[in-house]
């Protein structure tokens, strides 16, 4: 039940009050209640929004879901092995995301496998018959359990699903909790009332007992979008500019990783960041005849591509130097295990290729991953931790190379009410439609209007 009340704040005894700057409003929370106000904000296009006095509301938990008897007629043996959890065997349906499953989803010691041939028979034994990785949820057989290769099992299972909730204020200031529809992997906001703004996002995550500085995220404003001083591709990317602005036909290999092969919209190729952008570039000098191409390997790095025998899926020279393109973008977060100093001498002999092919080249900064993965505790990421992204920026600088920096924007999700991976379809690295739409947006800010 969502409860809501105006409130007295000194009445309030909030063991957390956020630090928001003066474009949000102010929030307290203790529990599961939350304050917010009194005060306005001032959204995108839209008179002050006040709220006064406080409201507070009360945050529905996350909700503990129980699935039971659902039948996997193979159960693979478990894969020690591999260092992907998410392929270590079995997975949950209720927990799968896009490709991969979420991790902290599944209640592990809720997991129980029963044979399927007597669902009266006493439940099969972990650690004997069969094992479970407690991050991911992945479970298989063992090598000399009582599960063999034929044998189907029952699983019962609970787990707790995500939920991104909002605070919206309509234009009398009038306040709402909007609840979300609780997911996993990508998760969106919840949909308004006409007229209504969200002014505060709360991310429920799964197995949390209270509201905390990591669930709550006040929307401020402007918001940031990516803006760039001057239209970069005037002076960057002449050749390039020149042809479209003449109607010539222009050609654009896009340069990447499982991102650029479309991982995380579900294999809809209009939804490809790359071939969006050729849609909007089209669209904006319509005289022009835009090409695009993709050279992706999805799971590999740049270095792997460069490296990969010729005359096979993936052929460097074939793909990138001997079509000759007008343009190459680059997008790897796949090579963010470079560090700085690594950035230069690799991308180096990368730029030079492309170059002496007479290709203009754009870097494409990437975008956020699960947060252990950036070696990060938090999800209000102001400044991208990776070394490799301040090593291709500056390197970029050096090299006179045209940078789309998608990761800025990631890095301001969180100002706009959005924890950043909600935008990860696969809940590890595959940004969602909207992630897409943040790659497009980087590349079309490089280009004046017209």
């Known amino acids: 039940m969502l409860l809501m009340s105006i409130v007295c704040l000194s009445s309030f005894c909030a063991t957390e009050a956020l630090i928001v700057p003066p474009q949000a409003l102010p929030v307290q929370f203790a529990g599961w209640e939350i304050i917010v106000g009194p005060g306005s904000v001032v959204l995108r296009g839209e008179p002050a929004r006040k709220l006064s006095p406080a409201v507070k509301f009360t945050v529905a938990p996350p909700e503990k879901i129980p699935v039971r008897g659902e039948k996997f007629d193979v159960l693979p043996e478990y894969n020690e092995k591999t260092s992907a959890g998410w392929a270590r065997g079995a997975r949950p349906a209720c927990i799968i995301t896009q490709e991969c499953t979420a991790t902290g989803a599944l209640i592990p010691e809720s997991l129980v496998l029963r044979p399927a041939a007597d669902e009266k028979a006493a439940p099969f034994v972990l650690d004997k018959d069969y094992k479970v990785d407690p991050l991911w949820g992945t479970f298989g057989r063992m090598q000399g359990g009582a599960i063999t290769e034929t044998t189907a099992v029952l699983v019962d299972y609970d787990y707790y699903p995500e939920r991104l909730d909002s605070i919206a204020i309509d234009a009398a200031?009038?306040?709402?909790?909007?609840?979300?529809?609780?997911?996993?992997?990508?998760?969106?906001?919840?949909?308004?009332?006409?007229?209504?703004?969200?002014?505060?996002?709360?991310?429920?995550?799964?197995?949390?007992?209270?509201?905390?500085?990591?669930?709550?995220?006040?929307?401020?404003?402007?918001?940031?979008?990516?803006?760039?001083?001057?239209?970069?591709?005037?002076?960057?990317?002449?050749?390039?500019?020149?042809?479209?602005?003449?109607?010539?036909?222009?050609?654009?290999?896009?340069?990447?990783?499982?991102?650029?092969?479309?991982?995380?919209?579900?294999?809809?190729?209009?939804?490809?960041?790359?071939?969006?952008?050729a849609a909007e570039l089209q669209k904006r000098f319509p005289k022009a005849q835009v090409e695009m191409r993709t050279a992706g390997w999805g799971g590999a790095g740049s270095k792997q591509y460069m490296e990969a025998p010729k005359g096979g899926e993936h052929d460097y020279i074939r793909d990138l130097i001997d079509p000759h393109p007008d343009l190459v973008t680059i997008e790897f977060v796949n090579d963010a295990y470079l560090d700085e100093a690594g950035v230069a001498p690799h991308y180096g002999k990368i730029l030079a290729d492309l170059r002496g092919a007479g290709a203009e080249v754009v870097f494409i900064t990437p975008h956020l991953?699960?947060?252990?993965?950036?070696?990060?505790?938090?999800?209000?990421?102001?400044?991208?931790?990776?070394p490799y992204v301040s090593g291709l920026i500056n390197f970029a600088l050096r090299e006179n190379v045209a940078v789309a920096d998608a990761s800025r924007e990631w890095c301001t999700l969180w100002r706009q009410g959005l924890p950043y991976v909600t935008l990860l379809a696969n809940s590890i690295n595959h940004p969602d439609e909207r992630g897409h739409v943040i790659f497009v947006n980087a590349l079309m800010g490089l280009f004046p209007e017209k």
């Not at 991953?369 to 990776?386: E, I, N, Q």
């Open 173 to 277: 200031g009038r306040a709402r909790l909007v609840p979300g529809t609780p997911g996993v992997g990508s998760i969106l906001p919840p949909a308004l009332a006409p007229g209504e703004k969200a002014v505060v996002s709360i991310f429920v995550k799964g197995g949390t007992t209270k509201l905390d500085n990591e669930s709550v995220f006040p929307i401020q404003t402007p918001t940031p979008r990516i803006t760039y001083k001057d239209a970069p591709a005037e002076k960057l990317l002449p050749k390039t500019l020149a042809k479209l602005r003449a109607g010539e036909k222009v050609v654009i290999v896009a340069f990447g990783d499982s991102v650029t092969c479309g991982g995380g919209v579900d294999g809809k190729t209009e939804l490809f960041y790359q071939n969006h952008f």
């Open 369 to 386: 991953v699960r947060p252990d993965w950036l070696k990060s505790d938090t999800l209000k990421v102001d400044a991208d931790p990776r």
